[in-house]
């Protein structure tokens, strides 16, 4: 499968690994020149430096062949930028994203282009929650 | 109308004022207090500090009962998202959006939401003003894409038909106007002098409209 990864921060790239060695082909788009060089020095993946809500850096990162785009960027409006463009393209890929505000989970739905997402503050306050009688018991 | 506007910066303020002025009920919202200060002491609006797409935020501004929506802030980013939510998450009937970078606002047409680029339309208008000059544009449409032009039908189009002046795709004369009364024309309604034509132009067949009409340009000659 052609997978599409937009942001290259740890996430983005440890995701591009684990994608590689399964088989798929990845793709990275990252903003950032310093993340890029990096990459690029160590030269086993492949990244398109460049704005990832900007339509001409996803086409020319295949965004048109694209299976699986995978939104992972620090910011919650670009995710969703990303989804809305990708929904756009007409191979219509599948898009997952990471919210990192957990008040914004209300819009990483498939209204909003997105077939699945991950809220790690809201995994986390489920974690610490389920805790709670436990501790409470200890106590 | 109850009009809510993100961003306070030069274009929202003046937006704001505006509108406060004409009688609307505004609400703008900005996460810098400090931008309030552009707001004419007479505004008597809502000025709401935080995100454009805060739920709780968009909620306090009375988001749904808005008549109109207009994401202004500097970050195309966000006046997508927040445009986008006012559409899909609120319904409000008029959603307008400002994105600079005028590749992303043909593609952001797509997604129904009304784009406003000043980066095409400054361009356009200053091309304009320097390469037109003799042109007398009554409006402009889009960003620029279609002038709206008043024209004095020169001396030499006499007894034409209004359907020879049309160019299809470039040139159309949507109403003229003779000893005051105004009327769309047909296509062999005749054409007599001293009539005044109103142009549909598009901006890249300006030169050929100049050209056809001898530069007699301007309604008042």
Known sequence: MNILIVGAGKVGRKLARDMIERGHKVKLVDKDELVCEKIEKKGDLEVICGDGCDPLVLELAGIKIADIVVAVTKDDEDNLVIAQLAKLQPNKPKVVSVVNHPKNEWLFNKKWGIDASLSQTSILTDLIEQQIPDINENN | ?221
């Open chain 2, 1 to 221: 109308m109850h009009i809510i506007i993100i961003g306070c910066g030069r274009v929202g303020s003046q937006t704001a004022n505006l509108l406060s002025e004409a009688g609307h009920d505004v609400s703008i919202i900005d996460l810098d207090p400090k931008s309030f200060r552009r707001l004419n002491k007479s505004f008597n609006g809502k000025k709401i500090i935080g995100f454009g797409y805060d739920k709780e935020v968009l909620e306090s501004a009375g988001i749904e009962e808005a008549d109109a929506f207009a994401a202004l802030t500097h970050g195309d980013n966000r006046n997508i998202v927040s445009a986008l939510i006012a559409k899909r998450e609120y319904r409000v009937p008029i959603v307008i959006a400002r994105i600079y970078d005028p590749v992303r606002a043909i593609v952001y047409n797509q997604l129904n939401i009304t784009t406003i680029s000043p980066t095409r339309w400054g361009a356009n208008k200053i091309k304009e003003l320097i390469c037109q000059k003799d042109i007398n544009s009554q409006l402009s449409l889009g960003n620029g894409e279609v002038e709206i032009i008043e024209v004095e039908v020169p001396y030499n189009f006499k007894g034409l038909t209004y359907g020879k002046i049309n160019v299809p795709g470039e040139i159309m004369v949507i109403a003229v106007t003779r000893l005051g009364r105004a009327f769309v024309p047909l296509a062999d309604s005749i054409v007599k002098e001293g009539d005044i034509m109103l142009l549909s132009v598009a901006s890249e067949s300006i030169p050929k409209l100049k050209d056809f009409i001898g530069l007699k340009v301007g309604g008042n000659l």
